[in-house]
C-alpha cells in the first residue's frame, strides 16, 4: 500500500532506506522518480506548492 500523503511518502522513503535500501529499489517500490528520493533523503518536509497567479 502507497502512502497517502507526500509527508507520508518521504517518511516511508527514509525509513527504508535507513533498512537498507538502494536509491533504485525506493525508485521502484514507491513508483518515484531519482529527484523525488534525493528531496525524501535531504529534508523530512516537502516543498510548499507553487501559488498560482
Keep these: ?3 497517502k500523503s ?3 511518502l518521504y517518511a516511508a522513503i527514509r525509513r527504508d532506506s535507513r533498512h537498507g535500501l538502494s536509491n533504485r529499489a525506493l525508485q ?3 513508483g518515484v522518480g531519482f529527484l523525488t528520493v534525493q528531496k525524501a533523503l535531504s529534508s ?3 516543498e510548499p506548492r507553487k501559488q498560482g497567479p
Design 1 to 3: 500500500m502507497l502512502p
Design 6 to 8: 507526500k509527508i507520508d
Design 28 to 30: 521502484r517500490k514507491y
Design 44 to 46: 523530512a518536509w516537502p
